[in-house]
């Protein structure tokens, strides 16, 4: 689907910390990856000067948010899925689910935002339509699909916690941070 891309992937030695768990950093070259593969199916590359265009996409917003950790070896589906295209930029959703075991279990969502740029002879960029060849191929997914999509921890359940750690209780300079608050 022109709005929906699936990529898996094997959490590498070299992608983990000491602990053997994936580290946080990676879920953003995973996020890559799928966006990648996405373009290539679509038939263009996200280096667009490949495909003869003097433009380049680069990032204006990145986040990701973990609910269990990955580990060495296990592999990873990474679910793409355009949540807003407009006339300069993309915004896709990320989903990462464990496929080991008998039923997938999500670990991890994300976002990226992606604004279609022009190169300009003096090293700067000005924001710009996304072609139209590639804008025509790319959809937003149903709002149905996006429902119960990138949201805070909060909102999905519990934040990873480790083992025996305890919630710890709120401090006083929390006014800045409501979001950080333990409940």
Known sequence: MPYEF????????????MEGIMHFSNFFRFMETAEHAFFRSLGYSVVLSRNGLMLCLPRVHAECDYTAPLRFEDEV????LVEKKSKRSLTYQFRFRRLNGSAAQEVARGRLTVVCAERRSDGSMKAVALPAAIAEQIHEAPPGLLADG????????????MKNQRRRAPTRNTRHSPHLLPT
């Open 6 to 17: 699936k990529a898996t992937r094997r959490v590498e030695f070299s992608e983990t910390d």
């Open 77 to 80: 589906q990474i679910q793409l």
């Open 150 to 161: 990138f949201g805070s921890v909060r909102e999905r359940g519990e934040p990873l916690r």
